[in-house]
């Protein structure tokens, strides 16, 4: 199968979505002694299978690239940290888990969520495929294989009787090339009545918020309901019910049990979501093909504001070394020309360079040093954490501001 045939189905793939040029990945932080060698880039496109309508990149990058060692680490988020745990108590409630059940995460990172599980005495395995992630949750007390997931692991697992009541996975069914095996090895973990619980962002609100910057390397699919639960059916899961959050810009939470299974009754959120992806025309592809449009005016606001402001002697800094950010940038062309530096809490990225746009990244402190006239939030999901938590900047007449939807100052 070619890149350009769908992951899922086999279908040609002739619908574009969105073409973001050539870039480095996301998450390929640079030393300096990297600054000094040639940085690889690939195209960055995604294209819409017309028979599943699954959305997907067409770059094949292999995942051992990407994932085996890598500089995410979940718990330097307060606000996913709090969501997560918040989740743990909903499930342990609704599903009525405890000392007897089996809970299994699969791309469990560093044990954010399942440590709260851990406390209130629930048996859990995390199934994370980055050794130096895995490390640390292990070191929290959080039990980590370092592995991949799919329907090997799968079978190894059920082998050890370790099938899941409840298998969990935030934010990663949109990180598996292979989403065949994947599925099908979260079917094949389950107990008979057991849960599956995946959280991805929402592909109506990437298109109403026109978020291009979430299409990177790293995301093979931008998922919409309708095309998860084709997925599903497929590996003999049927979708019960269905959760719309805030997090990552507009994410769905989708519960799902074996189509046999016949103790989960149907959510309300299920019809409502139904709903809301066929007014908006996903199971049209001139709905797709229209995004493209959309996106330049973001490229020439941002470029405009950037320009005026170091026409007029003002001093820039960008927040958070997110990878959409880092799509963002590239995508734009933005360089150390136009933003000095980027800060992030994350001690395992400081001390290197934004991948194509060079930018150095320090702790937090050095915007007290510099004191720059603006600060541009480049992980916009948490602007409102990130204003909160550096109220300081305005206190030297510093300000924020945000490129998406639209260029934004804020306050």
């Not at 992630?133 to 799968?154: D, N």
């Amino acid at each position: 199968m070619t890149a350009h045939n769908c992951r899922f189905c086999n279908a040609p793939l002739k619908h574009r979505f969105v073409d973001l040029g050539s870039t480095p990945l996301a998450n390929a932080y640079l030393t300096e002694e990297q600054l000094k060698l040639p940085e690889p880039s690939y195209p960055l496109r995604a294209f819409v299978c017309t028979e599943c309508w699954l959305v997907q990149a067409d770059a094949f990058v292999p995942p051992e690239d990407i994932f085996s060692h890598y500089a995410y680490f979940s718990s330097y988020s307060d606000g996913w940290v709090e969501h997560a745990r918040q989740f743990t108590i909903m499930a342990r409630e609704r599903f009525g888990l405890d000392a007897t059940s089996q809970v299994i995460e699969v791309a469990s990172n560093d044990g954010y969520l399942l440590k709260h599980f851990v406390e209130a005495g629930v048996p859990v395995l995390g199934i994370e495929p980055a050794e130096n992630v895995a490390e640390v949750a292990r070191q929290i007390g959080v039990p980590t294989e370092a592995r991949f997931f799919g329907k090997e692991t799968a079978a190894d697992l059920v082998s050890r009787g370790l099938a899941a009541d409840i298998v969990i996975g935030n934010n990663v069914l949109a990180h598996v090339p292979d989403i065949n095996d994947f599925v099908g090895g979260l079917s094949a973990v389950l107990k008979p009545d057991g849960v599956v619980s995946v959280e991805f962002p929402h592909l109506l609100r990437l298109m109403e918020n026109i978020q291009f910057d979430t299409v990177y390397h790293e995301h093979f699919y931008y998922l919409s309901l309708l095309a998860v639960e084709k997925v599903f059916a497929a590996h003999g899961l049927k979708v019960f019910d269905v959760e719309e959050l805030p997090t990552h810009g507009g994410s769905l939470r989708v519960l799902a049990c074996r189509a046999t299974s016949m103790v989960h009754a149907i959510g309300h959120g299920l019809a409502k979501v139904r709903a809301d992806e066929a007014a908006a025309g996903f199971d049209k592809v001139e709905t797709y093909e229209a995004f493209q449009s959309r996106v330049a005016p973001i490229k020439d606001g941002l470029l405009a504001f950037l320009t005026e402001a170091k026409r007029s002697g003002k001093k820039v800094a960008a927040y958070g070394a997110a990878a959409k950010g880092n799509t963002l940038l590239n995508f734009c062309g933005v360089g150390t020309d136009l933003i000095e530096y980027v800060v992030d809490r994350n001690p395992h990225k400081q001390g290197h360079f934004l991948p194509g746009s060079k930018l150095p990244i320090y702790a937090p402190e050095k915007m007290d040093e510099t004191q720059p006239d603006y600060v541009l939030i480049l992980p916009w999901n948490i602007k409102n954490e990130v204003v909160a938590a550096n109220s300081r900047v305005g206190a030297w007449g510093g300000r924020f501001a945000v490129a998406v939807p639209e260029l934004t100052v804020l306050g």
